[in-house]
């Protein structure tokens, strides 16, 4: 790999989003297919060599990380399949990625901590994990397939989703306070009691609560930021 202190991606996610996709980028091919279709390529010409170092530079960093959070990210930004072109009648043009699978596997056992000892249909708690990390599911045809009520997969789903995605903070609203005419003493009165019932009535400021998937985003970052080819 040729060295270079360039910065290739502008974000450690960018970075993410390569390591997990490189591998199905140079995935074995013929050498037809491969003069047919080159590689894509990702950032600034990483491919080859180069692409291959710098995948696996990144991936040497996320080996620090839990086996949580590796799943985590392999599910929000591996692909879910990548093409196959064995030539087979029954072949879809895809295969699944083992890396994906075994991923939301992984997520759909740890999930159930936060489920509060309920016992769920084990489709249906993966199919709201693969919604969680950005796959599109519809909740209601999800149901239907598990043969379980809307309302139930729709309350599980709200579990799995602060699980994995977290609460972000809600700002509190400014309160709206009656301005007292200048020198009118008595609209000063009423506007100080206007004023304590107001603060009273101020809106409670939620915490932001972190799900499993900010918690790997910010370890991940931190570790791929050290990387010269990565801006900070």
């Not at 491919?47 to 040497?60: K, L, P, T």
């Not at 159930?112 to 084990?122: D, E, K, P, T």
């Not at 007292?180 to 100080?192: F, K, L, P, Q």
Request: hydrophobic share 40%; aromatic share 6%; with cysteine.
């Amino acid at each position: 790999m040729s060295e270079t202190n360039e910065v290739l991606f502008r974000t450690p996610q960018d970075a993410l989003v390569f390591a997990f996709n490189y591998s199905m980028q140079t995935r074995d091919r013929s050498a037809v297919d491969r003069l047919a279709s080159p590689s894509p390529r990702t950032g600034k010409g990483l491919s080859g060599n180069d692409g291959a170092g710098q995948a696996g530079m990144i991936r040497r960093e996320l080996q620090q990380l839990t086996e949580l959070e590796r799943a985590v990210l392999v599910a929000r930004f591996a692909p879910k399949a990548w093409p196959c072109t064995c030539g087979h009648a029954c072949c879809s043009g895809y295969t699944p990625n083992p890396e994906y699978q075994a991923a939301i596997s992984l997520l759909t056992e740890k999930v159930m901590s936060a489920l509060a000892g309920r016992l769920v249909h084990y489709q249906l708690r993966r199919g709201l994990i693969e919604k969680a990390a950005g796959r599109k599911v519809e909740v209601k045809a999800l149901a239907i397939k598990c043969e379980v009520s809307e309302k139930t997969a729709g309350e599980h789903w709200q579990l799995i989703k602060l699980w994995f995605q977290g609460q972000p903070k809600r700002k509190a609203k400014p309160s709206k306070r009656k301005r007292a005419a200048a020198g009118d003493a008595t609209a000063d009165v009423a506007d100080e009691a206007h004023l304590h019932d107001d603060a009273l009535a101020l809106p409670v400021v939620e915490t932001a609560v972190d799900g499993v998937e900010s918690k790997a985003r910010k370890r991940a970052d931190e570790l791929l930021s050290g990387l010269p080819f990565i801006r900070p």
